[in-house]
């Protein structure tokens, strides 16, 4: 079982920049891909990017060019940059883990993108 905790999100103004983390710890040396996920209210979660073991990345075409997905293996961090905010990237983002064909979800963060 692997356990993730995210951080980082908060209150920002539209066009500003927020970091979010997400710290794994478990079984965690199985892990094959770590992802980003949101969901808005009223909306179902979606996929914002992720990144396999081998670190090939993915984004949805919404946060291309804005956001980009890292991790620091020695940390066990995942990160996700998010530049040039808009208010309708606001969401509760959550971290994902794939070990085989079991997922793990952390508790999430809140962004909320506003003036």
């Known amino acids: 079982q692997v356990q993730l905790v995210e951080s980082g999100g908060g209150l920002v103004q539209p066009g500003g920049s927020l970091r979010l983390s997400c710290v794994a710890s478990g079984s965690i040396s199985g892990i094959v891909i770590m992802g980003w996920y949101r969901q808005a209210p009223g909306k179902q979660r979606e996929l914002v990017a992720h990144?396999?073991?081998?670190?090939?990345?993915n984004y949805a075409d919404s946060v291309k060019g804005r956001f980009t997905i890292s991790k620091d293996n020695a940390k066990n961090t995942l990160y996700l940059q998010m530049n040039e905010l808009k208010p309708e990237d606001t969401a509760v983002y959550y971290c994902k883990s794939v070990v085989g064909l079991r997922a793990s979800w952390g508790q999430g963060t809140q962004v909320t993108v506003s003036s």
């Open positions: 990144i396999t073991s081998g670190t090939i990345t």
